[in-house]
């Protein structure tokens, strides 16, 4: 059975990197949080059902091709940028080129981000705000202790500190980031290009088919609010950012749902 923690105790900024090593699994008693438990479950359901669609079992590159540039576009739109990709020529937004890059070198960072999870976020960074950051800081975190001890926290939760249901390991990764903003520009692409990758690594959807980017922005208002209380480590306010995450892998799985029917659809007609 999972150590109970008392309200003070919870996965909130005061205690995050003093947790780890301390309890056998410091993100285990964020499931029993109100209404975690049944949106995880949701959203593995949600995932699940992804993968079994025939198109996502014979074109899977395809669909997961298509979901990444739009993932790519949701995320850019969240931090301000445009979703518009030209017909000839390079993206001019900073934003969603950054964006696009990250996208398309998340296959190639798997397995960094599974055994030096820090080296791929700075990579990431290096990536997401090429055209955002002077050079001097591309890749490299702000000078700060807190920082710094709440970056290697997350690596160690990463690199196996944690057996937590993998919507919640994903909702933490995202939101500590987003809360922690490690780097001078960039974190918003940069956050949800880690939760994406972790996404694939903890085997929820390891074919990158979801696009859960697109569910937070089409709840943007609730996603920054759900955000912000994450950041303050309140226990309810943690347990929304999660069901809120959860929220966004399920309509994630309906965009994907989309997807898959389009190429059948186009497969069909042809």
């Known amino acids: 059975m999972a150590q109970s923690l008392e309200p003070d105790q919870t996965w909130c900024s005061a205690t995050r990197p003093s947790l780890v090593g301390v309890l056998a699994d ?48 949701a995320s850019a739109a969240l931090d301000g940028g445009s979703t518009a990709l030209p017909h000839n020529g390079p993206v001019d937004d900073p934003v969603l080129a950054g964006a696009l890059r990250a996208a398309e070198a ?7 981000w599974q055994r030096a999870p820090l080296q791929a976020l700075a990579r990431l960074h290096v990536l997401a705000a090429a055209n955002l950051a002077p050079e001097s800081q591309l890749g490299r975190p702000r000078s700060s202790l807190e920082i710094t001890a709440r970056l290697d926290g997350l690596a ?32 918003g692409v940069v956050a949800r290009a880690a939760a994406r990758l972790t996404v694939v690594a903890s085997g929820l959807d390891p074919k990158g088919l979801v696009v859960p980017e697109v569910g937070h ?23 929304r950012w999660i069901v809120h995450c959860c929220t966004a892998l399920v309509a994630g799985a309906r965009e994907a749902t989309s997807i898959a029917e389009s190429m059948t659809q186009g497969s069909g007609s042809g």
């Open 26 to 73: 410091p993100l285990a008693p964020l499931m029993d949080l109100p209404g975690v438990a049944e949106a995880v479950a949701r959203a593995r359901d949600e995932v699940t059902a992804v993968h079994r669609h025939p198109a996502n079992r014979s074109s899977w590159p395809a669909t997961a091709a298509e979901a990444s540039v739009r993932a790519a576009r």
């Open 217 to 239: 922005l089409r709840r943007e208002r609730e996603y920054r609010a759900a955000a912000a209380g994450f950041a303050g480590g309140d226990a309810e306010a943690v347990g």
């Open 106 to 112: 998340l296959g190639g960072l798997l397995g960094t």
């Open 156 to 187: 160690q939760l990463l690199a196996g500190g944690s057996q937590v249901a993998a919507p919640v390991l994903v909702a933490v990764v995202h939101g500590e980031l987003l809360a922690l903003a490690p780097f001078a520009q960039g974190n």
